[in-house]
DNA sequence: GCATTAACCACAG
DNA sequence: CTGTGGTTAATGC
């Protein structure tokens, strides 16, 4: 793999944008870039805070884990961000893992580092902090869906997020599998498979293995709205 | 009571 | 891993 320096990267979120030339130096000098396979773990929840995700190119999945080994998918990462979480500032632990779900390019960076320029550049510090923030929102308004929707609602809920947020199209491959798409959902999988097969049935999508076909958006939206 | 919702289990492909 | 069918428990008319 070609190691293509921070200034020239075209990879990185706009963040790095606010950096001047040192500052991005210095990061250079204090990151790695990975490339991490579908399925292999990025970072680990629970596990010491040494590094800040710069993530590249691919897509992965924000997760935490819950009893009995079941995890709640919490967010899909599928464009260039920042990303480590609260760990950063508070108990210098990784409070999720994140998991690639295709092969993902990304960077690797000294917390120690990271912390430094955004202590001396504010406005690294803001566009930073306004993307977490977002990240964050997003995390908020998944809990409202989980906890007040039926299974229906969260399942177009999902589909709807897959097709308007991931892949800006109606048709798509999902990444997820029924399982995955499940702990997104707050449901079973076989509840998952019952509901897309009803959904198919009534023609608002089709399926066929992992690609998904949204035929009928505004009958799912209604299906999203009406709890 | 009866219907609905949704999880769990078993099992086939 | 995906999909189906049966069972069960909770909740709502």
Known sequence: ME???C????????????LT????????ANRSTVVFRKGEKIIRQGSIFK???????????????GTGGKDLLLGIISSSEIIGGPGLFHDKRYSFSLTALTTSRICLIDSEIFMQVFKTNYLFAESFLREFSRRYNDFFQRFL?????????RMADALLFMADSVF??????????RQELGEFAGMSKESVCRILKEFKDEKLINTN????????????????EAI
Do not use: Y
């Not at 869906?145 to 609602?153: C, D, I, R, V, Y």
């Not at 949204?214 to 209604?222: G, T």
């Open 7 to 18: 200034n020239g990267c075209h990879l990185k979120c706009d963040s790095f944008k606010f």
């Open 145 to 153: 869906s989980l906890t007040q929707k039926q299974m229906h609602g």
């Open 21 to 28: 030339k040192d500052e991005l130096e210095l990061i250079e």
């Open 3 to 5: 190691d293509v320096k």
């Open 209 to 224: 293995g992992q690609k998904i076909d949204i035929l009928k958006k505004d009958l799912l939206c209604r299906i999203l």
């Open 51 to 65: 590094e800040m995700v710069s993530f590249n190119q691919g897509l992965a999945k924000i997760h935490i884990e």
């Open 168 to 177: 800006n199209a109606d048709s798509f491959d999902l990444p997820l599998s």
